[in-house]
Nanobody, 125 residues
Framework: QVQLVESGGGLVQTGGSLRLSCAASGGSFSTYIMGWFRRAPGKEREFVAAISSSGSYIDYADIVKGRFTISRDNAKNTVSLQMNSLKPGDTADYFC??????????????????WGQGTQVTVSS
């Protein structure tokens, strides 16, 4: 059983930056694909980014590519999401999730075994 706890959300103006962190405990963190998803009010949960267990492979949704950076530290059991050039459309609850694989289904939320409670990000215009 893996527990995931997100932090770092908040209110930021358009063009600003936030760094989300997700701390994992209770499992073999270094064996999991880690993903970030978000759910905006009234919308479905959507894929944001994923990183393979070793960090060798990274994938981004087109809508955040070039603005967001995912990274992980297996020694500290953490995964982060650096978000730059934020837009009002990025307003959402952000969730980290752990997936035992395979990499080819990383964009699908159903592939993920464990989820955090989420952290809220609000981007004001």
């Amino acid at each position: 059983q893996v527990q995931l706890v997100e932090s770092g959300g908040g209110l930021v103006q358009t063009g600003g930056s936030l760094r989300l962190s997700c701390a994992a405990s209770g499992g073999s963190f270094s064996t999991y694909i880690m993903g970030w998803f978000r759910r905006a009010p009234g919308k479905e949960r959507e894929f944001v980014a994923a990183i393979s267990s070793s960090g060798s492979y990274i994938d981004y949704a087109d809508i955040v590519k070039g603005r967001f950076t995912i990274s992980r530290d297996n020694a500290k059991n953490t995964v982060s999401l650096q978000m730059n050039s934020l837009k009002p459309g990025d307003t959402a609850d952000y969730f980290c999730a752990a997936d035992s694989g395979p990499w080819r289904v990383r964009r699908g939320p159903r592939a993920y075994d464990y989820w955090g409670q989420g952290t809220q990000v609000t981007v004001s215009s």
